[in-house]
């Protein structure tokens, strides 16, 4: 039997207004915290996984036994919501990005950010999808500019890490050497860092956060240092270190 609605209940109030603030574009891939999971994923149903939008407004639910990614809308009333099926794709990823607006899905078929020992050039390492519609895929030999720099593992080789959809909706991966690339959601073309001039301090560096799309300045004697989580990926908040001095950056 098709489950057509879901009813979820928000156990944890988030404020109208913050909701508002948040960028149409910017996506997370965890269950979120306080929602319930759908009727359909129970303990049997091991081969499916949820993803969810940032605004917890959209999820897919990826199977990977029928080969199929379902994505619902939920309609909010208060705390309690209830889930109508969209659109559907007749594929299977491993990891996906959802954003705020629900008409944009970002999905990689790579385990564990790794290529296999026998990857191709030419085959997709991002794959860019509107209303459950192929866009346009980004090709391992698009993203990798040093194929010397792979590190080879057991499982693959390691090329880099997926940090997903920044503040300005743009989906950024990071490759093996700490570079930042941009994709265009949209378009699923790469694109740029656009940033405002602004006049350099003389003596001062300079530091740009590529997710929260902001960049500052600081004095030279100072020592920057960026928290990562335990994947690698950034945790939100920074620090400027002089001798005892410490300033956090949130």
């Known amino acids: 039997m098709m489950v057509k609605n879901i009813l979820f209940i928000k156990y944890k109030f988030i404020p109208s207004f913050l909701l508002l603030s948040l960028s149409l574009c910017i996506s997370g891939n965890a269950h979120p915290k306080g929602y319930t999971s759908s009727p359909s994923l129970n303990k049997k149903d091991a081969f499916q996984k949820e993803f969810w939008s940032k605004n917890k407004n959209f999820y897919a639910v990826s199977d990977s036994q029928k080969k199929l990614i379902t994505l619902y809308g939920i309609t909010w009333r208060g705390k309690i919501g209830r889930s109508k099926r969209l659109w559907v794709i007749d594929s299977y990823f491993k990891k996906i990005w959802l954003t705020n607006c629900g008409e944009y899905l970002i999905a990689s078929d790579l385990d564990n950010d790794l290529l296999p020992l026998s990857y191709s050039k030419d085959q997709a390492i991002l794959s860019f999808f509107k209303e459950g519609?192929?866009?346009?895929?980004?090709?391992?030999?698009?993203?990798?500019?040093?194929?010397?720099?792979?590190?080879?593992?057991?499982?693959?080789?390691?090329?880099?890490?997926?940090?997903?959809?920044?503040?300005?909706?743009?989906?950024?991966?990071?490759?093996?050497?700490?570079?930042?690339?941009?994709?265009?959601?949209?378009?699923?073309?790469?694109?740029?860092?656009?940033?405002?001039?602004v006049k350099k301090i003389l003596g001062w560096k300079s530091y740009e956060d590529i997710m929260r799309c902001y960049e500052f300045q600081y004095p030279d004697d100072y020592l920057l240092k960026e928290h990562l989580r335990s994947d690698g990926t950034p945790a939100g908040w920074n620090y400027l270190k002089k001798r005892d001095y410490v300033i956090m950056i949130a």
């Open 133 to 197: 519609k192929l866009i346009k895929e980004a090709r391992v030999d698009q993203v990798i500019k040093d194929f010397s720099k792979l590190q080879k593992r057991d499982a693959g080789y390691g090329w880099g890490k997926y940090l997903g959809l920044n503040a300005a909706g743009h989906f950024v991966i990071e490759d093996i050497e700490g570079e930042k690339m941009l994709f265009d959601v949209k378009t699923g073309n790469p694109t740029d860092f656009e940033k405002y001039e």
